[in-house]
């Protein structure tokens, strides 16, 4: 387990924008080592946010966007286009704006695809997607992503990886359907933990005075089946990026000593 590193802005307009620029930092150096890069989204206020300001940024056209395969951390088993759909939301936000290869655009299953109403099965085939495009050297079943980003939820929640309930549990399988989520809609399908930590780095969002004790939480030894949030690291890196309000309880400790 890597310790995790925070990184404090004043304001969630400035982490946005800088977690954008810091992420285009990190799909160039991927492309310009492997020739591709590959990043897991989140959704919510904060993934939407960081998607918003990477369209805006003049920066984005540093990166070939058709060698980036986009996959997702969880998603709101809905039909297809539904409002309430991560990557509807991606789309609207970023992806629409720029040239990505449709064929590396992982989006998970709705509830009209291929698998009908079973988030169960939909899990098992987003699984199944995961575990084909990774190579020999990842050393698993799902790739070794370059970056995974997660938002924190006020419960301490990452991805639809809710406390205390089964998935957050989960040791074997990558992919799970998520059944009585405790915030709507009820049924979604997840990236479990060990998919997580799979990752070179992961990044977790976290801004406003309602995500304070969240992270609070988390970065002071819980446990993750209490406190999902503190099972998210990464291979190598383990990144928070907060504003200050998310930052304010804290203990000083942790606070870094330099943070924008």
Do not use: C
């Not at 799902?142 to 970056?147: A, E, G, I, S």
């Amino acid at each position: 387990m890597t310790p995790p590193q925070l990184v404090v802005h004043r304001d969630k307009e400035l982490m946005a924008q800088a977690a954008a620029a810091r992420l285009i930092t990190k799909i160039v150096d991927a492309q310009a080592s492997r020739g591709h890069a590959s990043v897991v989204l989140t959704g919510g206020r904060n993934g939407n946010g960081l998607l918003a300001a990477l369209a805006a940024a003049p920066a984005r056209d540093a990166v070939d966007w058709s060698r980036l395969d986009l996959w997702w951390g969880d998603e709101r088993f809905l039909p297809e286009g539904d409002p309430e759909r991560n990557v509807t939301q991606a789309r609207e936000a970023l992806l629409d704006a720029v040239p990505l290869d449709p064929a590396r655009v992982h989006a998970m299953p709705a509830s009209d695809g291929a698998y009908g109403d079973d988030a169960d099965a939909a899990a098992a085939g987003y699984a199944d997607e995961l575990a084909a495009a990774a190579d020999p050297e990842d050393h698993g079943p799902v790739p070794t992503f370059d970056v995974l980003m997660l938002g924190v939820g006020p419960d301490t929640h990452v991805a639809s990886l809710f406390p205390e309930l089964p998935a957050v549990r989960e040791t074997e399988r990558t992919v799970v359907g998520v059944h009585g989520a405790p915030k709507p809609p009820p049924v979604r399908v997840s990236l479990t933990l060990p998919a997580i930590r799979a990752a070179r780095e992961v990044w977790l969002l976290a801004a406003g005075e309602d995500k304070a004790e969240a992270a609070a939480i988390a970065l002071s030894g819980a446990g993750e089946i209490q406190a999902p949030a503190a099972g998210a690291y990464g291979r190598s890196r383990t990144l928070w990026l907060l504003d200050a309000a998310a930052a304010s309880q804290l203990p000083r400790a942790l606070y870094p000593p330099a943070s924008a």
